[in-house]
């Protein structure tokens, strides 16, 4: 979905439209939650700026701090690699929206300590989200 000058979205409104256009591709209602609860996350986080405002750091310093989360097993960490690879996926659909002009390597390249440590898209990634308390 594009909609004329987009540089002006604020990330509620650009969240909004990604999970329209998630629901209209047919997203599983569960996978689709635990999109809207993840970004909604990470916004009441970074604040609900303008998308042309959001930078790699708000990314990074988001996932930094639920990797620092308090420690069941390495619970906080899976958090972690779900939560990031929602906000990638949504990072790279701004893009291909035209949301975000600029494209930085920032925002394709995943902290290292994630990647070593879990399967970010496997087979049971439903499951992971359902533990996880996202989905439903």
């Known amino acids: 979905m594009k909609i004329g000058?987009?540089?002006?979205?604020?990330l509620a409104n650009a969240k909004d439209i990604f999970l329209f256009d998630c629901r209209v591709a047919g997203l599983d209602v569960p996978i689709l939650n635990a999109?809207?609860?993840v970004l909604t996350s990470f916004i009441r986080f970074a604040g609900n700026i303008l998308v042309k405002e959001l930078t790699p750091e708000h990314v990074s310093v988001y996932i930094d701090?639920?990797?620092d989360g308090p420690s069941e097993d390495d619970e906080h960490l899976r958090l972690a690699i779900?939560?990031?690879g929602v906000i990638h996926e949504w990072i790279r659909w701004m893009y291909a929206?035209?949301?975000?002009?600029r494209r930085s390597n920032d925002f394709v390249?995943?902290?290292?300590f994630l990647t070593r440590r879990f399967d970010l898209w496997s087979a049971d990634s439903l499951q992971i989200f359902q533990g996880l308390g996202f989905g439903g």
């Open 5 to 10: 000058s987009l540089k002006e979205v604020v």
């Open 35 to 37: 999109y809207r609860q």
């Open 65 to 67: 701090n639920l990797a």
């Open 82 to 84: 779900i939560h990031y």
């Open 97 to 101: 929206q035209k949301f975000i002009t």
């Open 109 to 112: 390249e995943p902290p290292r």
